[in-house]
């Protein structure tokens, strides 16, 4: 089973297939330190022939559970620690293809630090998270948002984005690859 079959069954989260269509509410960390993002490597996916990618560390947000709730939720099991929501930089209407289904993904992304003294800051990796409902591990990497332009970063407006990230929340609608 993959990981994305997984988490659809692990817990109620606001995900909804119709066919071949999927609707999913999801959030996004945007861990920036010395001019370097924090992104995470996919590199399962129901077809094992996909090519892996980047994302944003997050997750879906459960029914009855707040943005806010959830990135924390997410952070601290995913980083194993605790971290601190600073504000919402993006709201993504974000529409794409993936593993044979079209995506309607609603992504807020936020602006979050890492407290003092955390392992990701102490050392350039590699480092790995893990997916606790499942018990999978997956790789965290630093790299450096001027240079991200050749990275298989999804959603791919943040390959421009995260180079000067807003000083107010903006509503970005994304037609992806």
Not at 76 to 92: A, G, K, M
Not at 99 to 111: K, N, Q, V
Request: aromatic letters at 10%; one cysteine or more.
């Amino acid at each position: 089973m993959s990981i994305a079959a997984a988490l659809r069954y692990a817990r109620p989260m606001l995900v909804f297939d119709r066919g071949e269509q999927r609707f999913c509410y999801r959030v996004a960390a945007v861990i920036v330190d010395r001019g370097r993002v924090l992104i995470q490597l996919v590199e399962e996916g129901p077809d094992t022939s996909e090519t892996p990618f980047y994302c944003l560390p997050g997750g879906r947000v459960e029914h009855g559970e707040t943005a806010l709730e959830c990135i924390a939720r997410e952070m601290r099991e995913e980083l194993e620690e605790e971290v601190q929501v600073e504000r919402l930089l993006w709201l993504v209407e974000n529409f794409f293809a993936h593993a044979g289904m079209t995506w309607h993904e609603i992504g807020l992304y936020f602006l979050v630090s890492l407290a003092e003294g955390s392992r990701f800051l102490a050392s350039d990796g590699p480092h790995w998270g893990v997916e606790p409902e499942i018990g999978i591990k997956f790789p965290l990497e630093w790299y450096d948002v001027e240079k991200l332009e050749d990275v298989r970063l999804f959603p791919s407006f943040l390959r421009e984005r995260l180079k000067s990230l807003p000083e107010r929340m903006e509503h970005v609608v994304h037609r992806g690859e």
